[in-house]
Nanobody, 123 residues
Framework: QVQLVESGGGLVQPGGSQRLSCTAS????????MGWFRQAPGKEREGVAC????????YYLDDVKGRFTISRVDEKKTMYLQMNSLKPEDTAVYYC????????????????WGQGTQVTVSS
């Protein structure tokens, strides 16, 4: 089982920026699409963004379009989520995951996921 480890979470003020990283224990990022999910207290998990195995397709949740950017560097076995103009409603545990597919209209089922990293947006 490939291990996915997220990092970069923490406390940030509204309007601030933060970059999350997800590093895989083995190099198979080019075999799977990758995604970021989040779950806020009392809410269901939702898909935030994804990037295809080739890196040519991406998807973003409407709430984060224009503010978040997903990217991947296969040589580093790492995926990133750059989050700008953060809002209190972005507060959640963020998880990275290997997913079956990623297309501009959505993302496929989760194959494997990490332990999550907490992002708190508060003044």
């Amino acid at each position: 089982q490939v291990q996915l480890v997220e990092s970069g979470g923490g406390l940030v003020q509204p309007g601030g920026s933060q970059r999350l990283s997800c590093t895989a224990s083995e190099f198979r990022l080019n075999s799977y699409s990758m995604g970021w999910f989040r779950q806020a207290p009392g809410k269901e998990r939702e898909g935030v963004a994804c990037i295809s195995s080739s890196g040519t397709s991406t998807y973003y949740l409407d709430d984060v379009k224009g503010r978040f950017t997903i990217s991947r560097v296969d040589e580093k076995k790492t995926m990133y989520l750059q989050m700008n103009s953060l809002k209190p409603e972005d507060t959640a545990v963020y998880y990275c995951a290997e997913i079956r597919w990623c297309a501009p209209h959505g993302m496929g089922p989760i194959v494997n996921w990490g332990q999550g990293t907490q992002v708190t947006v508060s003044s």
